[in-house]
């Protein structure tokens, strides 16, 4: 029997972006490298949605912005944002994974 790779996506990545940034295209592009290299689940929040008004309200100017967590982790909080494994605007597949490995420890 064969595992799927689920079974091998031991971190999920959040990525907060917006529609029409430039940066936030290069960074999807970053993270499906990553993907094929060391696979993730994966989730995306539009900050400019409503429902995403306190995300927003922190990473306005930010984006993109990754947050790096076990994939058994609860799900991302706005309050909890400080204490977030992250990296934000320009990053490299190695600066992902290397942060993808401490969240893994």
Same mark, same amino acid.
């Given at each position: 029997?064969?595992?799927?790779?689920?079974?091998?996506?031991?971190?999920?990545?959040?990525?907060?972006?917006?529609?029409?940034?430039?940066?936030?295209?290069?960074?999807?592009?970053?993270?499906?490298?990553?993907?094929?290299?060391?696979?993730?689940?994966?989730?995306?929040?539009?900050?400019? @949605?409503?429902? =995403? &008004? #306190?995300?927003?309200?922190?990473?306005? +100017?930010? /984006?993109?912005?990754?947050?790096?967590?076990?994939?058994?982790?609860?799900?991302?909080?706005? @309050?909890?944002? =400080? &204490? #977030?494994?992250?990296?934000?605007?320009? +990053?490299? /597949?190695?600066?992902?994974?290397?942060?993808?490995?401490?969240?893994?420890?």
């Amino acid at each position: 029997m064969r595992a799927t790779t689920r079974l091998f996506q031991s971190c999920r990545i959040t990525f907060f972006t917006r529609e029409t940034c430039g940066l936030c295209t290069q960074a999807k592009s970053v993270l499906s490298d990553v993907w094929d290299k060391k696979p993730f689940a994966y989730k995306e929040v539009n900050i400019v @949605k409503p429902e =995403s &008004k #306190a995300w927003r309200d922190l990473y306005d +100017f930010d /984006v993109p912005v990754i947050h790096i967590s076990k994939t058994q982790a609860p799900e991302e909080d706005p @309050k909890l944002s =400080s &204490k #977030a494994v992250k990296l934000m605007h320009r +990053f490299t /597949v190695n600066e992902v994974i290397s942060k993808m490995e401490s969240v893994e420890k």
